[in-house]
């Protein structure tokens, strides 16, 4: 119970990688607040958790919707402990087909959202004198063909670990960054679906390219989130976690 007495807020926790961490948190202890557009799936996750959750709908890039959502849950609970930053779309395409809004969508969400997030965020936890923030960024970050929004994005999201780190690390705020290889969500479904193969073939050959012979799955990340959000993690900070399943640079 890593989490007792503590209070966890993760974005896009509906389904998915957000969902895993919310559930690990919750089973250790935190109470949960999971935030994400679609209400109804963030409302069926906190059902099935134990303790408290609350589950809110929220657009990430939008300032407004972001301060008051953590406003909401520092009424609710009276503290704000762990910031788990994990929603995110794709708008996969070539460059010479890739559209504004393509662009904006993905970049708004993965990078401005976490932005609004971490900046509401560590005003009640430097009054704290204690955080921990986790970003969500990708082994995408390397670089994926028809991505260049989607990498723009896990890459400026490792610089901004490094960044916060430094700023908020006097005030016993943790800042990491988590990078995940492949994880079987319904994101990596909509990218075989992009570059025209059967899901089930892009597991192979990721399987093939990976030293653990298998697929991430969202518990995964969720143990690595865990670990960069407890206590005894609280050397570590302004790191990137490649969770991925095989070396990486």
Same mark, same amino acid.
């Given at each position: 119970?890593?989490?007792?007495?503590?209070v966890?807020?993760?974005?896009?926790?509906?389904?998915?990688?957000?969902?895993?961490?919310?559930?690990r948190?919750?089973?250790?202890?935190a109470?949960?607040?999971?935030?994400?557009?679609?209400?109804?799936?963030?409302?069926?996750v906190? =059902?099935?958790?134990?303790g408290?959750?609350?589950?809110?709908?929220?657009?990430?890039?939008?300032?407004?919707?972001?301060?008051?959502?953590?406003?909401?849950?520092?009424?609710?609970?009276?503290?704000?402990?762990v910031?788990?930053?994990? @929603?995110?779309?794709?708008?996969?395409?070539?460059?010479?087909?890739?559209?504004?809004d393509?662009?904006?969508r993905?970049?708004?969400?993965?990078?401005k959202?976490?932005?609004l997030?971490?900046?509401? =965020?560590?005003?009640y936890?430097?009054?704290?004198?204690?955080?921990?923030?986790?970003?969500?960024?990708?082994?995408?970050a390397?670089?994926?063909?028809?991505?260049s929004?989607?990498?723009?994005?896990?890459a400026?999201?490792?610089?901004?670990?490094?960044?916060?780190?430094?700023?908020?690390?006097?005030?016993n705020?943790?800042?990491?960054?988590?990078?995940?290889?492949?994880?079987?969500?319904e994101?990596?479904?909509?990218?075989?679906?992009r570059?025209g193969?059967?899901?089930?073939?892009?597991?192979?050959?990721t399987i093939?390219?990976?030293?653990?012979?298998?697929?991430?799955?969202?518990?995964?990340?969720?143990?690595?989130?865990?670990f960069l959000? @407890?206590?005894? =993690?609280?050397?570590?900070t302004?790191?990137?976690?490649?969770?991925?399943?095989?070396?990486?640079?």
């Open positions: 119970m890593r989490f007792s007495n503590k966890a807020v993760i974005t896009g926790a509906a389904q998915g990688i957000g969902e895993g961490v919310a559930r948190l919750a089973e250790e202890g109470r949960v607040a999971l935030l994400d557009l679609d209400l109804q799936g963030a409302e069926r906190a =059902a099935t958790l134990p408290d959750a609350l589950a809110l709908r929220c657009d990430v890039s939008q300032r407004d919707q972001v301060e008051d959502s953590l406003e909401r849950v520092q009424q609710r609970f009276g503290r704000l402990d910031l788990v930053c994990n @929603a995110g779309l794709t708008r996969d395409n070539l460059i010479h087909k890739m559209t504004d393509d662009w904006d993905v970049i708004d969400t993965h990078l959202g976490s932005f997030c971490c900046r509401a =965020a560590q005003r936890m430097v009054d704290q004198r204690y955080g921990k923030i986790v970003l969500m960024s990708s082994r995408a390397l670089g994926n063909r028809g991505q929004n989607y990498a723009a994005a896990k400026g999201l490792q610089g901004m670990a490094r960044v916060l780190a430094m700023e908020l690390g006097p005030f705020i943790n800042v990491n960054a988590i990078a995940p290889g492949h994880i079987e969500t994101m990596t479904r909509a990218t075989a679906a570059i193969i059967d899901y089930q073939q892009l597991q192979e050959k093939q390219a990976n030293a653990i012979k298998r697929v991430g799955q969202p518990e995964d990340i969720a143990a690595a989130a865990a959000a @407890a206590d005894e =993690a609280g050397f570590i302004g790191q990137v976690l490649w969770v991925a399943g095989r070396p990486t640079v």
